[in-house]
């Protein structure tokens, strides 16, 4: 009994000492307790007694508006539909359709790592790609397509146009208007990307896959440009000139992609000073042509343009300016147009990892570049040394 009633006197004078405020620090807690509830109230205060105005969106709304009616596209440009294979189509095509460059790069980068669209619904594995633009494109998604996407337009039953063209220049979409069939289509195209070319309309029945009965019905509208045809006949000479300059009044003269000047590209038909400042500034991105074909890869030039201006250019310097794989850095890797940020980080962490490169070749080692075509497209402009 005696030791419970210690217990309880030891208990009573331990929490008296611990738990006993004097008046001072009693008003100092309650005067504390005003101050903090004060703070809390104070922003649920203020929005009762200064009510915000809704903020005004509609100009954002036009905007938004605007972008979806453009198809989404984020390129500036005209949207464009056109059938194209996903397995296939550029990062610039997949932009001309509308799609934002996120999502082109994403799909790029899906099929750089082995991923393949078997039927038009694996599409929407690009987790990035919008609904209403798979809807959107659905209609024009053909797996395996033919390599030109006009071929199988050109395969339609449509009435054919009549219009004076010259075989030399005409573009596929002018082929496709006057009736010619994809593979025809696709012969003369290769003939005349292997330098062949029409001095005359009976050479128009050169093309093995020319119907007679086709050739027939538009040789009355063969129009051969003379200056145009003896273009591949005559080669062109610049009297020593270490920079050449091509005479304004010369038709014979052909351009030299690596070498011309702006000034010397706004010569060309179809191209403007902004096509000029595109294409000099597209070479200087690559670090040079390697063919004539590659100016077809600029982004915005249709190829109306491009056809009509490749019987008036050549490839003749091959300087090039290549890209050093043991020294250059993320940042230079990623300017080039045919090395994505994802490729460049994984060029600069393989070498980090394994040491200097010893060959280009060292690049197939990288288990992300399976794409055989790729690795060929870019070895010319890289070195190791």
Known sequence: M??????????????????????????GILFLTIICAAIF??????????????????????????????GGSTAGGKVELFEF????????????????????????????????????EDLKKIWSLPAEDYER????????????????????ETEPEYFPFDPNLASEQEFIRLGLPGRTIKSILNYRSKGGRFRNPADFRKIYTLEEKDYLRLAPYIAINADQAQIASKPVSYSGNTNPKIERNAPNSQLDINLA????????????????????????ALGGF?????????YGLPDSV???????????????RYIDLNTAD????????????????????YRDQHGPYTAVDDLSKIAAFNDRHWLEKIKPYLTVR
């Not at 550029?90 to 078997?118: M, P, Q, W």
């Not at 056809?307 to 090039?320: D, H, Y």
């Open 290 to 298: 390697l063919s004539v074909g590659q100016i077809s890869e600029m």
């Open 85 to 120: 294979d996903p397995n296939d189509a550029t990062e610039n095509d997949l932009i001309r359709l509308g799609l934002s460059e996120k999502v082109a790069r994403i799909i790029c980068n899906y099929r750089d790592k082995g991923g393949k669209f078997r039927k038009p």
């Open 41 to 70: 109230a104070f922003p649920y205060l203020m929005r009762r007694l200064h009510k915000q105005e809704p903020a005004d969106f509609s100009a954002f709304r036009s905007d938004i508006d605007a972008f979806r009616q453009a």
């Open 330 to 349: 993320i940042a230079a890797l990623k300017s080039h147009p045919y090395i994505s940020e994802k490729q460049a980080r994984l060029i600069v962490a």
């Open 306 to 320: 491009f056809q009509r201006i490749r019987p008036l250019v050549v490839f003749r310097n091959s300087e090039i």
């Open 261 to 284: 000047t702006e000034e010397m590209w706004r010569r060309l038909p179809g191209i403007g000073e902004k096509r000029a400042r595109q294409v000099v500034k597209f070479r200087n």
């Open 137 to 156: 494109l659905k209609p024009y998604i053909r797996i395996g397509a033919p390599e030109h996407r006009a071929f199988a337009l050109a395969e339609k």
């Open 2 to 27: 005696y030791s419970l009633t210690l217990i309880h006197i030891i208990m009573k004078h331990f929490f008296i000492n611990y738990f006993h405020f004097s008046r001072k620090e009693r008003i």
